[in-house]
């Protein structure tokens, strides 16, 4: 099921046969094993001479046993290299219909791993685990019929094993495995608070507060403690389970045998002879149970992969829409993230050509409010219209042609400075370019690294948070389209960041813009003042009324008015 | 266009040999030739790691037919340009390669291929470097000099063979002093100065006799622990090099004798503790486990035998039934016993399980527990980002690699070397001859192995190239993301770089697929089964053998090879596991806070803080502050301002004791007397000077636990006040649980909030002097006025010392001093620094010119 989900669909079809030479090899396997019967009956007996033919069957089982077990390495080798290339196309396509808003840093993690870590595991074991583990599952129950013909008691013993040694090695490794992750859970909350102990030390020790006794940290140490004496529990039967199954098969098994024996229904060679092949019965589940750890590890891999592949992606139209005038409209938009409501019902107007301000204490969804127009996620009831039109109606570039986009957390990728501007408009001037990086201060930060190729680290981490900031302005600037979208950074902010931003606003001055503001100089330059709390406008309108009403949006004002003058002592 | 053609050339041939044409040849020394070539294949973009070298293939002089390889080390590779250069060694009597070397001009080629597991790679922050060799090794000693820090202390010890070597240029370091010795086996060992070289980190190479006698003198006579060397033999005195051989690191080399070298000084007299190491703290660490390991091994040695005991009572078994002595008799205790045996194994392996867990749950407990008790006593400035990184390495990661060694590794080793041993020892004892043949399935896996290995060094050094490519494409491509669906970008690069590392691992396994299934086949129960029966027939029908000596065989002998190579996979986590107790022993070896003399307690009253003439640096030689004077008179409020990196942030630690002062000492005033912070106290010490920074921590925990964290006892009525006091008050009221509400499960503050409540845990703490650090940068707007009058109320009547970033936050500041590249260069009120031309006043002007 997870084979034929992660392969191709062209490849497919190429299961089945997959599948049928891998029970044409178990059945060679047995054959080997089963002519041992004769052959020893025939050497243990006065004419040792009658072994030499069955000798010959032998051999030529496990020749022609090897030359089909080489060919299905080979096409597993096929599959495997099919299901990586296809994959890898699959993840990728997939992963740029995903909504934007799905990136969060966890998701980022999970992605990178699936796209560069799971896809070369999953190959690796195609090719060294598929066949062997296969055959290995197989061939019990190939040996087990087979020895229905040779002495049908004997098979339906074995018969009845098989399943039960199989049950045996899952159930036992579920046990493993689940004492191994109760032992993590365990340690990891140890670790977790010696963390946190380490980090806190500052504070713990201006509390006076060194000693983990009666703490929470000293609480996980013993849980700790504790917990790994009580995984005992699963992980005794865990790895005991399999083993003790085995033994009971063998000594059931040879005493069935005993019994024949006792009773007269068999002679001695074959009853010898079949004692090896109760032993060459047991062999594949100790090679599965020794694959058993590295077969689960492919088997998260492609779990991994394969959730990666189940996040729903974001519809698209089929037809794109025209944009008309640039507006914003929102109509009584309400959104949830992971079921907590962010934004209650929420409608206003953003005109054409005017700059609207949202203000509004932290947490209150004004970003929520700038992401859902760029779509980084879909609104959960309500529409938002961009020049006219739902946003979803519009293919995603259309969409973003209309915007210019600077956002809180900024996404620059690792690469020189210049690249991460030049992106807006690839096909910008030299002049247009630096013109738009310089007006937004950017220069100086390229001054500061030493030239506009200087890297910007992974994420930016070589710039602050404000600095990425002046980046995403500078890529505003240069992309220039009829919608400005910008959410004033609130940390790191720094003269230069601030310069920034006021000269986006004045160069945006008659296109229609959307800020979520926090300095009083960007909400003073606002036309139009949308006051946002508890995902709701509680107040809309012009400054100056807004002031006189003295309602939600006065006293922020006067507040913030206050803290702007402050000074220590 | 000719290196690409070239490049697909070798490819198309299917080679991993890269040509390389000289450019130019010059004599650096008499003995000394470099020689700069020019090799796009190899140094094509990918890193090359310090000191890495390549197999140089030089031409036999008699026979232009045959090739020797050598060793040579790569200098100065330049990938824009595809040049790399070697230094030549141009010894008597010489060989293939520096026979080349001296005769070849611009235009001549050889072939080489890339090489690069000969990295450099010492551990974190040794005390110092200590890298020897002659003159061959010269060019990995500059390569290493090249990318030392410039502040580390580093010691160069180098053999002179000719006259001319001691002007070969040695890469400048301003950390390193360079000393030569003349010729000779023993010169390099006689020449290791004696002086405490406790933490330091050796890197050697040079002629094999002299290595090893090297290593040895390091190591017995200097302390060195082995771990702590590293050690190459790069030539043979009288021979030469045959192929494949050059590396010559062997690792069983430490018990050749030696004979301890006349030392310019004994090395006894010098030290009076003996040197120590870092990384002995792991052995250390596993000693206390050795012999509990060792007794688990012995345990499971006899469960593995009790195991296999079965096995031969079946061909004991087999074979009664075929001399007809078989009765219901004869057979029941024959099952009993294998009964018996199995219970008893099993029975066994409890105890031993549950025993190993005993001791493993005990080790770990104690494990954390000192790691805990350390974390309490390193100093403060310990605590940076990367040392917390090495906290998680030490308490996720490594102990779980320990947990993992002491319940299963160990076990797992030895079953899986006492089961085939037992085995192979029973059947010789059964039939040699036969015995011996199962070997023979072994020799065809390890040869087709090695085979199929040949040229997979390069092969694996490119896919790791590919693996870290395919690694950062994805990372960027989704990192990017964002920005490329907001930009219309595409997703080329990743898909190129993946489909690439796909085309590479099909090129480089599909040919092998065949070759690696015969080598797996050839080691399967399948292949022994054929052999023994073959063979088996054969002995019997020619006589040789009783048919009822192959029972044991094919009882026992198919999983010979299966159960043999199993072993080798056993060792890897216990080498993890060793590397994890060198990891967390380096933790706590890490030097504590000196509170030897730490006794001292105060007396309550208004304090001062006096710098004075401090300096300090977090390593010799590289001052961070020097020539600090500064004193914060009782109940004043003193500025620290200057450009970023002046070391504000690291001066207002110091009177935490979060570093101690390498130079000049800070006190206490109080009144009359002054008391250095050192001898005071740490607990009285933390209590006296408060932390207020602007990253808050808060403890899991609730809201009233975080703000009387260090008065548990404080009473509701005290807590409310702080709380009103810090305007944070009303926000608790409102959550679910109040007071009692759980940070970060009932409760989100926003970064405002969470300031003002550690805002409100500082004036529970109420410490007469308080730094804030970073704290009038505030991480929420929303609530900037709010903090603003916390920090108001905080501040009251104490000793102030604020780390400012903006300006005009401390316009009213009792004393404000600028700072710069680690001095005070200006101190003065605001009217006072306004007044005089200098830092401030650029500073404050820059400030205006910008938002104007
Ligand atoms: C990892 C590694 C990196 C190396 N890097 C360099 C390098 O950058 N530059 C360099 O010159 N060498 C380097 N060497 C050493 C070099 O590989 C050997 O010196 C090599 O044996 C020289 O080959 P040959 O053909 O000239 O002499 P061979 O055929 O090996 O030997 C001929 C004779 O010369 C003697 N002899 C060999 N080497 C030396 C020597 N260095 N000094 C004195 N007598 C010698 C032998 O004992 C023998 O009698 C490196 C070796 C290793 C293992």
């Keep these: 099921m997870i084979v034929s989900a992660l392969l191709p669909p062209e490849a497919r079809p190429r299961l089945t046969p997959f599948a049928v030479f891998v029970v044409v090899a178990a059945v060679l396997r047995a054959t080997s094993a089963l002519s041992l019967v004769p052959l020893l009956g025939a050497l243990f007996s006065r004419e040792p001479q009658g072994a030499v033919p069955w000798l010959g069957l032998l051999a030529a089982s496990v020749a022609a046993g090897w030359m089909l077990e080489r060919f299905l390495v080979i096409r597993a080798f096929d599959l495997g290299f099919a299901m990586m290339t296809s994959m890898n196309k699959r993840l990728v396509d997939h992963l740029l219909a995903l909504p934007i808003g799905w990136f969060a840093a966890e998701q980022q993690a999970l992605a990178k791993r699936a796209l560069a870590g799971a896809v070369p595991e999953l190959f690796a074991s195609s090719v060294n685990l598929a066949t062997q583990a296969s055959i290995a599952l197989t061939l019990p129950f190939t040996l087990a019929i087979g020895l229905l013909f040779v002495a049908w008691p004997l098979g ?53 507060r060194t000693d983990a006794e009666g703490t929470p940290l000293g609480a996980a140490l013993d849980a700790q403690k504790s917990k790994g004496l009580r ?14 199954a085995m033994q009971v098969s063998l000594v059931a098994m040879v005493t069935v045998l005993a019994l024949l024996y006792i009773d007269g229904a068999m002679d001695a060679a074959r009853t010898v002879a079949l004692i090896v092949v109760v032993l060459r019965f047991l062999e594949p589940l100790n090679t599965l149970s020794e694959l058993f750890p590295a077969l689960e590890s492919t088997r998260a891999a492609a779990g991994r992969t394969l959730a990666l592949l189940d996040v729903p992606a974001q519809p698209v139209p089929k037809q794109d829409s025209r944009p008309g005038t640039p507006d914003v409209q929102f109509l009584n938009v309400h959104f949830n993230a992971n079921g907590t409501p962010i934004l209650n019902g929420v409608t206003f107007t953003v005109p054409a050509g005017k700059t609207t301000a949202l203000v509004g204490p932290s947490g209150s969804g004004k970003s929520t409010i700038l992401s859902l127009i760029a779509r980084l996620h879909d609104v959960s009831e309500g529409e938002i219209r961009v020049a006219g039109r739902d946003v979803r109606a519009y293919t995603p570039a259309t969409l973003m042609n209309q915007l210019s986009i600077v956002f809180q957390n900024v996404q620059l990728f690792e690469g020189g400075i210049a690249e991460n501007i030049r992106l807006a408009r690839p096909d910008a001037s030299e002049a247009e370019w630096y013109e738009a990086a310089a007006a937004a201060q950017v220069d100086e930060i390229a001054e500061r690294l030493g030239g506009w190729e200087s890297p910007v680290g992974e994420g930016g981490n070589n710039l602050s948070g404000g600095e990425r900031q002046r980046v995403s302005i500078a890529r505003a600037l240069l992309k220039n389209a009829p919608i400005l979208l910008l959410d004033e950074a609130t940390s790191g902010l720094d003269t230069l960041n601030e310069v920034a931003v006021a000269t986006a606003l004045a160069r945006f001055g008659h296109h229609t813009t959307l800020v979520v503001a926090h300095r009083i100089e960007t909400i003073a330059r606002a036309d139009h003042i949308l006051f946002v709390e508890g995902g709701r406008i509680v107040e809309a309108g012009k400054r100056d009324d807004l002031i006189a009403a003295e309602g939600r949006f006065a006293t922020y004002w006067n507040s913030r008015r206050q803290a702007k003058d402050w000074a220590l002592v | 266009m000719g290196a690409r053609f070239q490049r697909t050339m070798m490819k198309a041939l299917g080679a991993t040999d890269h040509v390389m044409t000289v450019i130019s040849a010059t004599n650096l020394t008499l003995g000394f030739r470099r020689i700069r070539f020019s090799a796009p294949t190899m140094i094509d973009g990918r890193e090359t790691p310090t000191a890495s070298y390549v197999r140089l293939w030089a031409p036999d002089p008699e026979d232009p037919a045959k090739v020797h390889q050598r060793g040579y080390t790569l200098v100065d590779p330049d990938a824009a340009t595809g040049e790399v250069s070697f230094d030549f060694v141009l010894h008597e009597p010489m060989g293939p390669a520096s026979a080349w070397a001296a005769a070849a001009k611009p235009g001549d080629t050889i072939n080489a291929s890339y090489y690069m597991f000969q990295k450099f790679e010492p551990p974190e922050n040794p005390e110092g470097y200590l890298l020897m060799g002659d003159p061959a090794a010269i060019p990995a000693i500059n390569g290493i000099l090249s990318v030392l820090p410039s502040e580390v202390a580093v010691i160069v010890i180098l053999q002179a063979q000719l006259p001319g070597d001691r002007d070969i240029p040695v890469t400048f370091h301003p950390g390193a002093q360079v000393f030569w010795t003349g010729d000779g086996t023993g010169a390099l060992a006689a020449a290791v100065p004696a002086r405490d070289w406790s933490n330091w980190y050796a890197w050697v190479a040079a002629e094999h006799a002299a290595i090893k006698e090297l290593r040895a003198t390091l190591n017995r006579v200097h302390g060195f622990p082995l771990a702590d060397i590293r050690h190459t033999a790069y030539w043979m005195r009288g021979k030469a090099m045959r ?37 002995q703290g792991g052995q250390e660490l596993l000693a206390s486990l050795r012999w509990k390991l060792r007794a688990a091994g012995v345990l499971q040695a006899v469960i593995s035998l009790m195991q296999l005991a079965p096995l031969v009572l079946l061909a004991e078994l087999g074979r009664r039934l075929l001399a007809g002595e078989a009765n219901s008799e004869t057979l029941t205790p024959l099952i009993f016993w294998t009964l018996g045996l199995f219970g008893g194994a099993a029975l066994l392996s409890t105890v031993l399980m549950v025993w190993l867990h005993a001791v493993d749950a005990r080790f770990g407990h104690d494990l954390r527990r000192s790691v805990v008790a350390k974390l309490a006593r390193l100093p403060l400035g310990w605590f940076t980002d990367r040392n917390a990184a090495s906290v998680h390495q030490a308490v996720q990661e490594d102990a779980g690699r320990l947990h993992y060694m002491v319940t299963h590794a160990v076990p797992d080793v030895v079953a899986g070397i006492v089961t085939p041993l037992a085995v192979i020892t029973y059947l010789f004892t059964v039939d040699a001859a036969l ?128 159960q043999i ?3 080798m996979y056993g060792f890897v986590p216990m080498r993890e596991a060793r590397q994890a107790a060198n990891r967390i022993g380096t933790l706590l070896e890490a030097p504590e806070l000196d509170r030897s003399r730490s006794l001292r307690a105060l007396s309550p009253g208004s304090l001062g803080l006096r710098f004075q003439k401090v300096g300090f640096g977090y390593r010799p030689r590289k001052p961070v502050l020097q020539d600090i004077d500064l004193i914060l008179a009782p109940g004043t409020l003193t500025a620290l301002v200057g450009p970023s990196g002046a070391g504000k942030s690291t001066l207002a630690g110091l009177p935490g004791r979060f570093h101690d002062v390498t130079e000049g000492a800070i006190r206490l005033v109080a009144g009359e007397t002054e008391i250095d912070i050192r ?55 409102e959550a679910p649980r109040g007071y009692d509400s759980i940070v970060g499960e009932d409760i989100q503050l926003s970064g405002g909030e969470a300031q003002r409540l550690s805002i409100a845990r500082a004036l529970i703490a109420d410490p007469p002097i308080l730094v804030l650090d970073e704290a009038t940068a505030f991480a929420d707007p929303e609530s900037e006025h709010l903090v603003q009058q916390a920090l108001g109320a905080l501040i009251g009547k104490r000793t102030v010392l604020v780390v400012a970033h903006r300006l005009h936050t401390v316009v009213h500041a009792d004393r404000i001093a600028v700072m710069d590249r680690g001095r005070i260069v200006q101190q003065g009120t605001h009217a006072a620094l306004m007044a005089e031309p200098g830092l401030y006043r650029d500073l404050w002007q820059a400030g205006e010119r910008k938002t104007s």
């Design chain 1, 231 to 244: 995984v005992l529990w699963f992980t005794l039967p865990g790895t005991l389970l399999f083993s003790l």
């Design chain 2, 679 to 733: 001898d005071i106290n740490p607990q009285v010490l933390q209590r006296t000077v408060g932390f207020v920074f602007q990253d808050v921590r808060l403890i899991k925990g609730t809201l009233r636990e975080n703000i009387a964290l260090s008065r548990p006892d404080a009473s509701q009525a005290e807590i409310e006040a702080a709380a009103c006091a810090a305007h944070i008050h009303q926000r608790i009221t």
């Design chain 2, 243 to 279: 192929l494949r051989k050059e590396t010559g690191r062997d690792e069983t080399e430490t018990t050749a004798p030696v004979t301890a070298p006349a030392l310019p000084q004994p090395a006894e007299t010098l030290q009076k503790t003996p040197p120590r190491w870092r990384s």
């Design chain 2, 565 to 567: 190579t199993a072993v």
């Design chain 1, 156 to 208: 339906v013993a074995a018969l009845a094993a098989a399943p039960l040694l199989l049950g045996a090695l899952l159930l036992g490794g579920r046990l493993m495995r689940k004492a191994e992750a109760d032992f993590a859970a365990a340690s990891s909350e140890a670790a977790a608070r010696t963390e946190e102990f380490a980090r806190s030390q500052l504070l713990l020790r201006a509390a006076g």
């Design chain 2, 435 to 562: 015995a011996g043949l199962l070997f023979l399935p072994l020799l065809a896996f390890v040869g087709l192995f090695a085979h199929m290995m040949r040229g997979v060094a390069d092969k694996l050094v490119e896919y790791a190239d590919w693996t870290k490519r395919a690694n950062a494409a994805a990372s960027a491509f989704i990192e990017a993301l964002p920005v490329v669906r907001v930009f219309g970008g595409n997703a080329d690069a990743v898909r190129k770089v993946l489909n690439g590392q796909a085309a590479f691992l099909n090129g480089w396994q599909r040919p092998m697929a065949g070759r690696k299934v015969a080598a797996q086949l050839a080691i399967q129960p399948p292949a022994f089964l054929l052999l023994i029966t073959a063979a088996g027939c054969w002995r019997i029908l020619s006589g040789a053998m009783l048919p009822a000596d192959l029972l044991p065989f094919l009882f026992l002998g198919t999983a010979f090879g299966t």
